[in-house]
């Protein structure tokens, strides 16, 4: 990797303040994607601020009505947390689906959410629970945050400190993983949300994780599998990659619905 | 440069490190435990699975100056002097490699496993498991059943 300088905050104010003093910094959360892109140079930065003693942006918090998570909480801690398993369900298997055990012991929330890969998990559930994103200058609707691939509303400076999930009636996601990588190559979460109902696909558009209106509304109307088979879903905004085309994208993007309200309806029966 | 001290194996160390050493060069290339192994470099194939403070992860994906204070355990680290860790003996006695180039990975991903989800292992949750450990040659029926065995031995063994 090229040369930076290291440097550690313990807490989120602090991490702030350095890099606007530094002026040009990246953070470092549990590195499984800033790493990486380094090593690519896809990513260029002459100081690294590790994040990694920020204890105050870990925990899981059950409210009512609410689940808050903190940003640096590992993906192996929201998997395997007993609380969460009765208050959340859908997110500790969705965090449980991340990558492998080894990227699930350092890779975070937070880390997730502010990189917004156009393929990752948990900006389907923000988006798919109507969430809020936690930051040091306020708060973000999910629905204003994801802005386009690797983009978000975040402004310089600016982290995230957690995400606070509305608990839904019922909701379910469902991953079409590229079999090497483990990213989805189509991912769609359905939420019964307390607003209405809430479908967020990830992995399939081009602009990143997309709320899937039509599919919305077919199922408000109707909420069965085959309510989807009407359902519009344009195409032309979808990926083409080696690994899948956009036809192919939209037809799993369809199958992974279907089996997320299958779920849900199976769940409630 | 930056200072780093750490625990490998039981025994403190402290280093300067250039901030951009990724742990795996430090334990290779600094303190010359080249058991550790890099198959990729990109965090795909876990042939450089480390503990640190308890936990597996890819030692190729950590900055050796993140892991300050930390407890980190090797290949090196697991077995009793001459004796193998129950879970190295497990590996041998069922064929569990060929090359040997994914083992010392697999192992420390084997053992960080059963600390997770305890020794009695189905072999659907060994496979799950195993995702990010990649091998060229076995074919992974023998890992599996390495694991599985090795898991059961450390029951008998609760400091292993
Ligand atoms: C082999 C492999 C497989 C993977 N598979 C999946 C998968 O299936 N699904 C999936 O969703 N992801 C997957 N990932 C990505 C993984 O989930 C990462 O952990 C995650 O994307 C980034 O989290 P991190 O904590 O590692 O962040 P880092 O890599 O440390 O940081 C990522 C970015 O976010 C910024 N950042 C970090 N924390 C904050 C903060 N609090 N505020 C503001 N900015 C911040 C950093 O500066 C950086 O730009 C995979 C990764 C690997 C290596
Ligand atoms: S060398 Fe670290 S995952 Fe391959
Ligand atoms: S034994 Fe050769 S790579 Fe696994």
């Not at chain 1, 930065?45 to 942006?57: A, K, Q």
């Not at chain 1, 997730?112 to 890969?117: C, Q």
């Not at chain 1, 995400?163 to 979460?189: I, N, T």
């Not at chain 2, 496979?127 to 008998?156: F, H, K, P, S, W």
Request: with cysteine; hydrophobic share 45%; glycine share 10%.
């Amino acid at each position: 990797m090229y040369p930076f300088d290291y440097h550690r905050c313990a807490s989120a104010e602090e991490a702030k303040a350095l890099l606007a003093e530094l002026g040009d910094g990246r953070l470092l959360a549990g590195g499984q994607s800033l790493l990486p892109m380094m090593k690519l140079r896809f990513v260029m930065t002459g100081n690294v601020i590790d994040l990694r003693d920020c204890e105050e942006l870990r925990g899981i918090d059950i409210g009512s009505g609410a689940v808050t998570i903190g940003a640096m909480t590992r993906h192996v801690d929201v998997a395997s947390s007993k609380e969460l398993a009765t208050a959340l369900p859908v997110l500790a298997e969705l965090a449980g689906g991340i990558g492998d055990p080894l990227v699930r012991a350092q890779g975070t929330m937070g880390g997730s959410i502010a990189n917004n890969d156009p393929a990752a998990d948990y900006p389907a559930a923000c988006l798919g629970l109507g969430a809020t994103i936690l930051t040091t200058a306020g708060e973000i609707a999910a629905d204003d945050f994801f802005l386009g691939v690797f983009e978000t509303a975040l402004a310089e400076g600016e982290l995230v400190t957690g995400v606070r999930y509305p608990v839904p009636a019922a909701a379910a996601y469902m991953k079409f993983r590229h079999p090497a990588s483990r990213f989805a190559l189509a991912g769609v979460f359905v939420a019964r949300a307390m607003d209405g109902l809430r479908i967020a696909v990830t992995g399939a558009g081009s602009q990143g994780v997309f709320r899937w209106h039509e599919a919305e509304a077919a199922l408000t109307a109707d909420f069965a599998p085959e309510a989807l088979d009407g359902a519009e879903l344009d195409t032309s905004d979808l990926n083409s990659d080696i690994h899948a085309d956009a036809d192919y994208r939209g037809h799993l993007v369809r199958v992974m619905a279907a089996r997320a309200v299958r779920k849900i309806l199976a769940a409630n029966r | 440069m930056p200072l780093v001290n750490m625990t490998v194996n039981g025994r403190p160390v402290a280093r300067e490190v250039e901030a951009n050493t990724l742990l795996v060069l430090f334990l290779r290339e600094t303190l010359r435990l080249t058991g550790t192994h890099v198959g990729c470099d990109t965090t795909q194939c876990g042939a450089c699975v480390v503990h640190v403070n308890g936990r597996a992860v890819k030692s190729c994906t950590t900055l050796a100056l993140s892991c300050e204070d930390a407890e980190v355990v090797t290949i090196e680290g697991l077995s009793d002097g001459e004796a193998l860790h129950p879970m190295q003996a497990a590996f041998r006695e069922h064929h569990g490699l060929q090359c040997g180039y994914c083992t010392p990975g697999m192992i420390m991903s084997a053992v960080g496993m059963v600390r997770r989800l305890g020794t009695d292992l189905d072999r659907d949750t060994i496979r799950d498991e195993l995702e990010g450990n990649i091998c060229r040659c076995t074919g992974y029926q023998n890992i599996v059943e390495a694991i599985r065995a090795g898991a059961l031995a450390m029951a008998d063994r609760p400091d292993a």
